[in-house]
T-cell receptor, first 111, second 117 residues
């Protein structure tokens, strides 16, 4: 099975930067996803990493180190609308299509 | 245009009843999923279908029975509802990655909030 750990909650100020870490233990790693979920809504896809390195997409970037079983999601120029839960999810080759989700990190953006 | 839709959005019912949740996707995806998100917001996969064939069946009570009449629809029927079944159930779909070995992002429906009293 997979163990996926991420912090429960983080608070940051509008305009600041926040980094959400995710560590995982798995065999047959086949990619790591980040999803955003606002309260009462569905998760929406943010990023996908399968190779080591940084993927940048506007204000959001995601990093992966497969050897360390580590990823982070970087949110820059925080806006109030970024207040949400951020879910780290791992895909493996032995469970095709199945995503194992972490418990999510609640990010609170304050004025 | 809605990509993944679910009905109903809210479902309140009593213990022991049988209920169904429907899901449809218009993305042309071959794979569909059911997830359960509990009160602690932990999202856990229940089932996955690829081209109407069951491919993932997690440790879920057999009171839960998915049915896929075609690859655009995946319904979830729950028998003898229990208090612990109260949760938000999400349907999702993704492109078929069985032949490519790659993973693709999943698109989630709006969720069905089930409350069992």
């Amino acid at each position: 099975g997979q163990n996926i750990d991420q912090p429960t909650e983080m608070t940051a100020t509008e305009g600041a930067i926040v980094q959400i870490n995710c560590t995982y233990q798995t065999s047959g790693f086949n990619g790591l996803f980040w999803y955003q979920q606002h309260a009462g809504e569905a998760p929406t896809f943010l990023s996908y990493n399968v190779l080591d390195g940084l993927e940048e997409k506007g204000r959001f970037s995601s990093f992966l180190s497969r050897s360390k079983g580590y990823s982070y999601l970087l949110l820059k120029e925080l806006q109030m609308k970024d207040s949400a839960s951020y879910l780290c999810a791992v895909s493996t080759t032995d469970s095709w299509g199945k995503l194992q989700f972490g418990a999510g990190t609640q990010v609170v953006v304050t004025p | 245009d809605t990509a993944v839709s679910q009905t109903p959005k809210y479902l309140v019912t009593q213990m022991g009843n049988d209920k169904s949740i429907k899901c449809e996707q218009n993305l042309g995806h071959d794979t569909m999923y059911w997830y359960k998100q509990d009160s602690k917001k932990f999202l856990k996969i229940m089932f996955s279908y690829n081209n109407k064939e069951l491919i993932i069946n997690e440790t879920v009570p057999n009171r839960f029975s998915p049915k896929s009449p075609d690859k655009a629809h995946l319904n979830l029927h729950i028998n003898s509802l229990e208090l612990g079944d109260s949760a938000v159930y999400f349907c999702a779909s993704s492109q078929d990655d069985s032949g490519t070995g790659s993973s693709y992002e999943q698109y989630f429906g709006p969720g069905t909030r089930l409350t069992v009293t």
